[in-house]
């Protein structure tokens, strides 16, 4: 297996919903993350996993929160968002978050989230 | 100035053209060096991955990078339509682990 799943495919949701983003791997891969990418931009990082310990947060605002459960799956859980969060929202994967030991990363299909 | 520079074109070829994509970049700190492909609502797809200076080549794919210039390519050769999509070239500081995309070029094959 190597890809990296992410669920649901689309996602739309009000303001005031409580929903999850959902990541899993079978690649054996230490490293996992997420990012947000809005259209015609390049990803930007959010939040970095490496063994299952959060490593890097880019100061992500706090109505986004991730947990790492076991080393194959990742979650987003969302809360509160705005509209302007509404975005492409990828989870990726990489045998070590060490660049001499990642050679890159795999990507998921990601989750395109809309706010209303 | 941006860390990584990338002309996010649009670039329009015909098919069987040799595309040439480059990035440049001012951290000397970048060591590794790498191409994703990006088909429209899809994740980024790894296509190349390189540390040293010099060419490595997969397929129709040549990637090619010079330190001393910072500055980096991706040639493809005999273009496809099923070329036609955006590429982001990254690279990676192993001193703070920093991975950095460009902005991302978009580029369509014609038939």
């Known amino acids: 297996d190597t890809e990296v799943t992410q669920t649901p495919k689309h996602l739309v949701m009000g303001m005031t919903n409580k929903k999850s983003l959902k990541c899993e791997q079978h690649?054996?891969?230490?490293?996992m993350y997420w990012y947000k990418q809005k259209a015609k931009k390049p990803p930007e990082l959010m939040f970095v996993?490496?063994?299952?310990?959060?490593?890097i947060n880019e100061s992500v605002p706090s109505r986004f929160s991730p947990e790492c459960p076991n080393s194959s799956l990742l979650n987003l859980h969302l809360h509160a968002l705005q509209p302007e969060d509404s975005a492409l929202y990828l989870c990726?994967?990489?045998?070590?978050?060490?660049?001499?030991?990642?050679?890159?990363?795999?990507f998921g299909s990601g989750t395109r989230l809309t706010v209303v | 100035q941006k860390e990584v520079e990338q002309d996010p074109g649009p670039l329009s070829v015909p098919e069987g053209a040799i595309v040439s994509l480059n990035c440049t970049y001012s951290?000397?700190?970048?060591?590794?060096f790498m191409w994703y492909r990006q088909y429209s609502r899809k994740g980024p797809e790894l296509l190349m991955y390189t540390y040293s200076s010099g060419n490595k080549e997969d397929g129709r794919f040549t990637a090619q990078v010079d330190k001393s210039s910072k500055y980096i390519s991706l040639f493809i050769r005999d273009s496809q339509p099923s070329d036609s999509a955006t590429y982001l070239c990254a690279m990676t500081n192993p001193l703070n682990n920093d991975m950095r995309f460009g902005a991302g070029t978009r580029l369509t094959v014609k038939p």
């Open positions: 990726a994967s990489s045998q070590d978050f060490r660049p001499e030991l990642n050679y890159g990363y795999t």
């Open positions: 996993y490496s063994y299952e310990k959060l490593s």
């Open positions: 690649m054996g891969h230490r490293a």
């Open positions: 951290n000397s700190a970048f060591q590794y």
